[in-house]
């Protein structure tokens, strides 16, 4: 409780900070990257890829015994996902399913880091005015890299609460590759929360619980002995695991490095001549994938970055010993 009130007064002293300091843009991206875990809603949203779109209604809430997510798809098949603080749930065959949770990749709207000091090196943030989303005032910010080895990166920030409120990732020619947008919203106010007490119950910590993945028992912290010599600058390693993987025979290496917007995924096991494993370059939105053979390894390298940026970085992969 203690630590939610302390975060509240963070979050009070940056909006009232923004507003005595002329709003700059790192003053809102500072308050965005608080709001989305502090701030009550209720609303849908709009995931847009490629020439595909998927709506999902999103509550969120603070409690005094963590932040609780519920993320139901409105379209495709049924799937309802709850997130209590790190641990996620899916639900599954009338269950909830305990599962690994994300790794790498931030989910909207809490897409920004609370430390933003890293995002200065790597890219430059404008406020390019006010615009209406889902019925609210926003602050417009502009993310444009340092270097042609990222994407940009536009947001809508909620001039009131701090919220995010759009995110739209612009490849060359400024073209849109990926973009969430709340169509729908509700800050604040009277928010269901009966689910939160039913499936805690019930579900979350009850009978449920045993049913969580094995996949996400079998991650161990590891110093393989790989590296990438071409990994941006600004991105830093934030993790390296050892991990099983659905469909693979052996244990996969993979390493995380991010520059604070964006993350880079390089994937290493033994190639084990599966039809699967072929090599080639594939993308999906702002995320793009590209899968090569060195050797006896399959290196396989995923990022929010240009094909270009995966491309550079897997051919810098090398075993330099443990």
């Known amino acids: 409780m203690k630590v939610h009130v302390a975060l509240c007064g963070v979050l009070a002293a940056l909006v009232a900070h923004a507003h005595a300091e002329e709003r700059s843009a790192l003053d809102w991206l500072g308050i965005a990257a608080i709001a989305g875990h502090q701030t009550n809603y209720s609303g849908v949203f709009v995931y847009q890829y490629d020439d595909r779109v998927e709506t999902s209604n999103l509550i969120h809430v603070t409690e005094p015994s963590g932040e609780f997510e519920k993320l139901e798809s409105l379209d495709g098949p049924k799937r309802e996902i709850i997130r209590h603080d790190g641990q996620v749930w899916s639900y599954t065959h009338h269950q909830m399913v305990q ?29 390019l005015g006010v615009e209406r989303v889902a019925g609210y005032n926003a602050h417009v910010i502009l993310f444009q890299p340092k270097d042609n080895l990222r994407y940009s990166h536009k947001m809508w920030v909620h001039t009131d609460s701090g919220l995010l409120l759009k995110a739209a990732v612009q490849g060359d020619k400024n073209q849109i590759a990926e973009q969430y947008s ?10 269901d929360r009966s689910w939160i007490k039913l499936s805690t119950a019930a579900d979350l910590h009850g009978k449920g619980s045993h049913h969580s993945l094995e996949a996400a028992k079998d991650i161990t912290p590891t110093n393989s002995g790989w590296v990438a010599d071409m990994v941006p600058t600004g991105f830093k390693k934030t993790m390296e695991i050892l991990r099983t993987m659905h469909g693979k025979h052996a244990p996969v290496t993979q390493m995380v490095f991010s520059d604070g917007l964006s993350a880079i995924s390089i994937f290493i096991e033994p190639n084990d001549g599966d039809e699967d494993d072929v090599e080639g370059l594939s993308s999906r939105g702002a995320v793009s994938l590209y899968h090569k053979v060195l050797d006896k390894n399959l290196i ?14 897997l051919e810098s992969v090398r075993y330099n010993g443990k």
């Not at 709340?182 to 928010?191: K, N, V």
């Open 99 to 127: 599962m690994e949770s994300q790794q790498g990749r931030s989910r909207f709207p809490s897409l920004l880091p609370e430390q933003l000091s890293a995002l200065s090196a790597n890219y430059q943030a404008n406020l």
């Open 182 to 191: 709340f169509t729908q919203l509700q800050i604040g106010g009277q928010i």
């Open 300 to 313: 396989t390298v995923v990022g929010e970055v240009p094909p270009r940026t995966v491309m550079q970085v």
